[in-house]
């Protein structure tokens, strides 16, 4: 059976998406797939149950070789605002995700990762809330991880709001349960102007968070849900060795990530630069300590 919403990428064709909507959706989602098959129909259904349906799926599989191709296949089959598109090779994660995001036609997008799932009015807050405040560059609503659905005192619920400064320091409070903020609904032409997405470093996800804080705020709706899955690279045994590219990252972990930071906090007063740089300081140094943690862990196994 074939399918204009199904789309293969083959060494030697150029890379193309054969449909054309009528009128551009609002919202673009991207969702990056590899080897999902036990938890992707989960994140799909979640999606196709939101209240707001002004929206595209393009789902691109990473060269998937279980039944993730059957899978999403299937579903681009009975609904139109699914696109989805094959890798004739592996990608990698974030090259992946860039792909996505060049294909968005939304006026919002956000990534939505193949074992995460959404409350059903996830999209509608969000666009409500980034349609009425112009100062938003993105929203979000509280998440949580698998399993805590039930549990309020675990759901992550800050928000990124105030002048620059306080946007930084409050991200760099609370970093280390930033995950919803990448997965914001985000306005499509901030988000294309963040030049980095293709770097794969330690701490590369907040560093594109810190690029948002220094566009504009960042809201957390108070309604809807996030629920992340518990398979990401966070969860692994030593993420910081997986994410380790140069020498200097097995004392500093966090190098590229501060030296971004850095560069967007140049034009800070001083009194403002200093203040954030000590909670910087903070950030690396609980870093250098859970690299090291985990580093002896693994060698004495």
Partial sequence: MSNDKVVTLTDGLEERLSVEADLNPKVTIGMPAYNGAKTIEKAINSLLAQTFKDFELIISDDASDDETENICQRYALKDSRIIYVRQAQNLGE??????????????????AADDDWRSPEFLEVNVSALDSNLKFVASTSPNCFEGEENKYDKYVNFSLE?????????????????????????R???????KNLNLNYAGCDWSFDL?????????????????????????????????????????????????YALVLMKNLKYNEWSHIFVKLLKVNIQAMRSNYQKTIKEFIK
């Fill in 211 to 259: 690029f948002l804080c220094s566009k504009g705020e960042i809201n957390r709706a108070k309604e809807g849900l996030t629920i992340f899955g518990r398979f990401g690279l966070s969860m692994s045994k030593n993420p910081w060795k997986d994410l380790r590219n140069k020498p200097i990252e097995f004392f500093i972990p966090l190098y590229e990530f501060t030296k």
């Fill in 94 to 111: 974030l090259p992946n995700s860039k792909f996505l995001l060049d294909k968005a036609k939304g006026k919002y997008f956000m990534w």
């Fill in 188 to 194: 499509t032409e901030i988000i294309e102007n963040y």
């Fill in 162 to 186: 105030g002048s620059p400064k306080e946007r930084y320091v409050n991200f760099l409070q609370n970093a280390w349960h930033s995950h919803g903020i990448f997965y914001s609904l985000i």
